[in-house]
């Protein structure tokens, strides 16, 4: 999913913990939990548009320079106080997207084929997953509406919040 959906699942969770569980419990499980969002937020990004590659038709480009802006904003908003939340959210992206394929980009100039890192990444349990326990859910990630399933739960999650702050 984008980053903005994973961000509102770290705010809930955090919200949750701090509310109900004492220290230093309330930390070890929003961690836990908020890192767990992530695998399960992805796994269900088969059934909204989530093209594998970058796609150059104008709807793709319009959706993606939205949902980031959407996504850099939610960030600003809720960093403080949902840090912890926030980066163990993210922390899978931030390892495969961020760290492990800009290094595997520089060995394969080297070496095309190169299939470096790949077992180190994450988005493998995503995938085991899916196709362990959801493999019956719609394949509709090239689907363009796919976009108004994300964006429901995306209001969905925003309305929780607003209760619950
Ligand atoms: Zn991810």
Redesign the pocket.
Known sequence: ?ETIT?NLFAVIIQILCFKFVLFPFNIILTIILAFLS??F??VI?IITYHTPEIQKDKFWIVWHVIIYVASILSILIFVIPFWLGIVFA?I??IW??FTLRPIQKIKRKKNPESKWGEKYY??RI?DATRNKLFYWLPKWNFKKAGILIEIFIIVVLIVIIIFLI
Do not use: A, E, K, P
């Open positions: 999913m994973h992530h695998i937020t992805d990004s993210n899978i992206d495969d997207w994450f988005h995503v």
